[in-house]
Each structure stands twice: as C-alpha cells, then as structure tokens.
C-alpha cells in the first residue's frame, strides 16, 4: 500500500513545553486514519505541521516523495479542516467559497454549488456566514476541504456542531470520500465517529502518539 504522508521523529516545543514528543507514523492512501485524544493533546498541533502551517523542532514530514520545508514549505492537494474562523463574515457561504476557489482557478461555479448541496447547504441563501450555526459552519468548512477534489483530507473534529442528521451525512461523504482513493486524517472526540469510520486507529496523549487498532 502507497504511504502519502510519512512522520519521523517529529518533535515540537512551545516554549519549555514538548507538544509532540518524537512521533513516527505512516498514513496509507485511501483510507481514513483516526486519532483520539483529549484537548490539549497534540492532535492540532500535529495536524498543523503536516500542513506546513508550523514548523517543527525535529524530524521529518513527507508528503509523497517531498520532504517539507526542504522540497516543499506546504502541501498541494490538501483540504484542511482545522478551525471554521478564516471565512468572511459579511459574505455569503457561495461567495465565501467562490473567493477560495479562485485563489487556484481549479473549479468553475457549478462545481462549488454542486459541492454546497452535498453537504447541505443552500448555494442560493443571501444568509452571511456571521449568522451561519456552528453546523453551518462546519458544513461549509466541509465544502471547502473537498471542493477541489484534493487527494489528502485532514478533518480535526469534522463533526462539531452537527446534529444527528448533519453527522450521518458527513459520515457518508467522508466514507466515499475513502471509496475515491482518497487520504483521510480525522481526528475525532467520538467514538463511535472512530468505529464507523476509521480503518486504523491513534492515541494521542500528551504529545506521543500510540497505534491502538489497525
């Protein structure tokens, strides 16, 4: 099985505090890769860094065959979900999402309404993301992280704010997501999220991160 994403000894420090102490890991392309943990534990932190968002005191991330911060500062093809708060506020989730996709020019309109309905909003709503629930949100952070059709998914807790409907359906998104070849990292306090979902398992506390199904 191709690894997409490869960690080394990875090693990062806050001032005198050690957030991720010499993690190694591989993540396998088209499955979905879970990790568990409290608040505080790493997980962000670690999401972070694979992302190039921040550096790291020691080790190496690959992404592919490129070593980051050598080869590459950050990583193509990648959705990210790591926090809801980089959308405008005054516009609406259409043109929130027009505005993103224009940075790369990689999909047209009809695409980012496309994208919209399948995580079930409304591309025609005039409603500012300001007004938008935390489900909204998190529905629309959703759309982002897929609209391009990016091979790497990275979700740190997907599923906030999302009532019972909301959550089954981004469930199934993700697993035909997972069916597409897809790479998905989740990171998820629920963990029934991890049961469904999930082909391999991590544990991460305080900053070590520790196989616990496979």
Known sequence: METVIKIKNVTKR?????????????????????????NGSGKSVLFKAICGFIN???????IRDEKLWRDIDVPSDVGIIIDSSGFLPYYSGLKNLKFL???????????????????????D?????????????????IAQAIMEDQDIIILDEPMNGLDKNGVDD?????????KEGKTLLLASHNTEDIKILCDKVYEMESGILTVIES
């Open 56 to 62: 790291i005191d020691s080790g190496e991330i690959w």
């Open 101 to 123: 996709a224009s940075l790369n020019r990689k999909i047209d309109i009809k695409k980012i309404r496309e994208i919209m309905l399948k995580v079930g909003l409304d591309p």
């Open 170 to 178: 981004i469930r199934n998104i993700l697993l035909e997501l997972k």
């Open 125 to 141: 709503s005039k409603k500012h993301v300001s007004k938008y629930s935390l489900g909204m949100r998190q529905r629309l952070s």
């Open 14 to 38: 806050f001032k005198e505090v050690e957030v991720l102490k010499n993690i190694s890991a591989e993540f396998e392309k088209g499955k979905i890769h879970g990790i568990v943990g409290r």
